[in-house]
């Protein structure tokens, strides 16, 4: 359909040609626009990979080096919140479990406390007192055994495939409180400050016992968690996320590599060859995942055809000149609060992953990923530039 559309454009009459792009019929204007932005100087020292799609017609409405393998940075979230969402669906529950062994006499429990973590990025000091108040409702004033860390949902690697080692990174474990990795320590400190005598009680690490019995547990679910993850671009959410999909396999403990198998399979599913890319991590950071503008799109075209994914993913996103990660950006034009996009930023790399709605009324998705300038901001307005000119009419 392209080269219909290029050739055509080729044999206009050199009058029309010079006319304002915005008195050429759609789509050759936003062609020639797009055409004209691709020869900025930016791109003389800075790599780039640009594509744009119709859903509505369902073609290509434009590409620039789409198929280069290149760094995402967090618009990698978009493939692990596309991913989450055909595998799990939105109701799927981030849990932390509460079990016990023993026996409970006269208000003494001679039995062990069994917190079971299901990398739960939500889970907080207000859930952290719900268990306590288990706890005692049960009856229990005094513990003599241990209180077991159970973190064997997945594997013991604190932190992610080609993360930098002086980021400041939250810990990838399954028991966290309030992001912390300091669980067993607060649940033993709001025990003894809700009057349970834990003098006699030890912390260890190990695994639940096949005959605990559950006292309680909180969770939430992969709506409430998606919310944060792309809004915010909240690097701890989407390692929370790519885990949960790591865990839906039948490997034990879950591995990254389970959950970048599961994405791969996706890739193939989108009509995609899995094998020049790379997953290393769900949020980006790493420095050793590559992709392609092209495979983005695919994912952003796939998530469009299926509604459950849609109708979750679209929500998530931030909104250009009002929420998230695109509050103060295209604050101004057409762009504004048209833009629904995924926003990447790490030290080489800025991209920019979303939808919009064009003037003709058409739904167009788009990858935009630069890199190799130093600084981002000398990047992301020309990004900002070229939303605007898809949007324009």
Request: hydrophobic share 40%; charged share 20%; proline share 3%.
């Amino acid at each position: 359909m392209r080269k219909h559309l290029l050739l055509l454009f080729l044999l206009l009459p050199l009058s029309l040609l010079s006319q304002e792009e915005h008195d050429l019929p759609w789509p050759m204007g936003l062609q020639h626009r797009l055409d004209s932005m691709m020869r900025d100087s930016l791109l003389d020292t800075t790599q780039m990979g640009f594509m744009v799609w119709d859903l509505t017609a369902g073609h290509s409405l434009f590409s620039y080096n789409h198929r280069q393998i290149l760094r995402p940075a967090s618009t990698m979230k978009i493939l692990t919140a596309i991913t989450a969402l055909d595998q799990l669906g939105d109701q799927h529950p981030f849990t932390t479990w509460l079990f016990r062994t023993g026996t409970i006499t006269e208000g003494t429990l001679r039995g062990d406390l069994y917190c079971v973590g299901g990398m739960d990025p939500m889970f907080d000091f207000q859930d952290m007192d719900s268990l306590v108040v288990a706890v005692k409702e049960l009856g229990i004033k005094r513990i003599v055994g241990r209180v077991v860390a159970d973190t064997s949902m997945k594997d013991t690697l604190r932190w992610g495939e080609g993360w930098c080692w002086d980021d400041d990174n939250n810990t990838l474990t399954p028991l966290l409180v309030g992001r912390k990795d300091n669980f067993i320590q607060v649940f033993l400190s709001k025990m003894k400050r809700a009057g349970i005598d834990i003098g006699h009680a030890r912390a260890a690490e190990g695994r639940r016992t096949r005959d605990a019995e559950l006292i309680c547990l909180r969770s939430h679910t992969l709506g409430d968690v998606l919310h944060t993850m792309m809004k915010e671009s909240d690097n701890l959410y989407a390692e929370s996320t790519f885990y949960q999909v790591a865990a839906s396999s039948t490997n034990r403990p879950a591995r990254a590599t389970d959950a970048a198998r599961t994405e791969r399979a996706l890739i193939e599913r989108a009509g995609l060859d899995s094998k020049p890319y790379r997953i290393a991590d769900g949020s980006g950071l790493s420095l050793y995942n590559y992709l392609s503008a092209e495979l983005e799109v695919a994912f952003l075209r796939y998530a469009y055809r299926n509604t459950n994914i849609y109708n979750h993913l679209l929500p998530s996103m931030p909104i250009a000149g009002v929420d998230g990660t695109l509050e103060n950006r295209m604050r101004t034009g057409y762009a504004h609060g048209n833009v629904k996009a995924k926003t990447g930023t790490v030290t080489g790399v800025s991209a920019l992953t979303g939808y919009l709605t064009a003037a003709n009324g058409h739904r167009l998705c788009f990858s935009i990923i630069n890199q190799g300038q130093r600084k981002a901001k000398t990047i992301r307005p020309y990004q900002d530039r070229i939303c605007e000119a898809l949007c324009k009419p």
